[in-house]
């Protein structure tokens, strides 16, 4: 139960934005899950979620580990933003291509993420691949990187 909990918290704050815990759980009982505030407070915390401010200026929650350190979410926001012309995926392998020179930066950046779900990067110089567990990770942190770029 538990894990199809968190499965289901990713892929709400995939698709809504999302910013409190309150919203949350009013996601997962329209989803047919039966959570408390408390509980949802400790699946916040162990997925490693937190909040990014979003284009409109609204906080709402991410998945993954960024924002981990002081002002990593701004420093990895300014890096990709300066960094990556498009992101897709195929199966499990995340695609990031970048402007001329800037993959090194960008994936170095992203490698000090440490998101849970990514078994490894391999940079370029224009284009980086991240390895993740399954397709639906893939897809995860493709429509987050996306929703980071605003895009």
Sequence with gaps: MKSNRHSKIL???SEYPIDTQEGLLAHLKAEGF?????????????????KIRGENGKYYYVSGQLGQEKGMSGKFAT????SVRTIDYAQNIVVIKCFTGMANAACATFDAADFSE????LSGD????????SEESARLIT???????NR
Excluded at 118 to 121: C, E, I, L
Excluded at 143 to 148: C, I, P, V
């Design 34 to 50: 039966q959570a408390t505030q408390a509980t949802v407070s400790r699946d916040i915390r162990e997925l490693g979620i937190h």
């Design 143 to 149: 429509e987050q990187l996306l929703r980071l770029l």
């Design 79 to 82: 890096i990709f933003a300066e």
């Design 11 to 13: 892929q709400l704050i």
């Design 126 to 133: 224009d284009t980086f691949f991240v390895v993740t567990r």
């Design 118 to 121: 990514v078994v490894g990067t």
